[in-house]
Nanobody
Framework: QVQLVESGGGLVQAGGSLRLSCVAS????????MGWFRQAPGKERDFVAA???????WSADSVKGRFTISRNNAGNTVYLQMNSLKSDDTATYFC??????????????WGKGTLVTVSS
């Protein structure tokens, strides 16, 4: 069993930055991809970015150039640095773990989410 705990959400003005963290506990967590999804009210949960066990990263077009995902050396913590935030980035952000490419159907474990609100 793997547990994912997110932190770092909050209220920020448009153009500002936030850094999300997700700590994973459990066996073999370092062997899989970890990443982030987000869900705005009334919308589906969408992929944001992911990082594989070997450091390979990939992200959605909507966040490229603004968001950076990274992982610590132990492989149990993933970060999402979010810069140049827009009101469209307002959502609950969920940490996820599973095999690459970590599409929604690939996710094995989910965190409970952390709310990011961007005010315009």
């Amino acid at each position: 069993q793997v547990q994912l705990v997110e932190s770092g959400g909050g209220l920020v003005q448009a153009g500002g930055s936030l850094r999300l963290s997700c700590v994973a506990s459990g066996r073999h967590v370092g062997a899989y991809a970890m990443g982030w999804f987000r869900q705005a009210p009334g919308k589906e949960r969408d992929f944001v970015a992911a990082v594989n066990w070997n450091g390979e990263t990939w992200s959605a077009d909507s966040v490229k150039g603004r968001f950076t995902i990274s992982r610590n050396n132990a492989g149990n913590t993933v970060y999402l640095q979010m810069n140049s935030l827009k009101s469209d980035d307002t959502a609950t952000y969920f940490c996820a773990s599973g095999p690459k490419p970590l599409r929604r159907r690939d996710v094995t474990y989910w965190g409970k989410g952390t709310l990011v609100t961007v005010s315009s």
